[in-house]
């Protein structure tokens, strides 16, 4: 695994295109997560194709707070006044599903941010796609615990397509929260 680098954007746009929707992310925010070197853009590769990514940006309380409707009180007793990351995405490449890419990937991602020590928590969005959590085994097995569920906390993205629901994003979501333990 390695960090992703301004030559991945164009790929890593397809993959969020062909997981979640298009446009899922655009390739100028692409391109800005990964010039970030606060945030951790993690892709996997298989023969030098990548077959995966994992994005956490670094955010805030307010932010948080706002996205995945974390109480001030909440927030403050699980990051333990430390920063705080976003987990973003999570995505492997459609022929390489149900082959470990994302736990290695979740693995990996958890070993090198545990030995960072900065971090107080990180918090997810997992879509409800169809009545189902398709990454909901994957995170409770990572150490992610659920927070609340959210009722279509996408639908203020007027520009974005959802894969599910064919136009403006109605789907709901489940927020989890993992806690870093001080190193």
Not at 83 to 104: A, E, Y
């Amino acid at each position: 695994m390695r960090r992703a680098v301004i030559e991945d954007t164009e790929e890593l746009v397809k993959f969020g295109e062909d997981c979640f929707g298009k446009p899922y992310i655009f390739e100028d925010e692409m391109r800005g997560f990964i010039s970030d070197d606060n945030n951790r853009l993690f892709v996997e590769e298989d023969e030098g194709r990548i077959i995966g990514a994992t994005l956490f940006l670094n955010d805030d309380k307010e932010t948080i707070m706002e996205d995945m409707e974390v109480t001030g009180e909440d927030f403050d007793r699980l990051t333990a006044g430390r920063p705080v990351l976003h987990h973003k995405f999570c995505i492997v490449r459609d022929d390489c599903r149900g082959k470990g890419v994302m736990t290695k990937m979740l693995e990996e991602s958890f070993s090198q941010l545990e030995k960072e020590g900065i971090y107080g928590a990180v918090f997810a969005q997992a879509w409800i796609k169809k009545g189902d959590i398709p990454i909901e085994g994957i995170l409770k097995n990572m150490g992610y615990t659920t927070y609340k569920r959210q009722i279509s906390p996408w639908y203020k993205f007027s520009d974005r397509v959802c894969s599910v629901c064919g136009g403006r994003c109605k789907c709901d979501a489940m927020v989890y929260y993992r806690e870093f333990k001080p190193v």
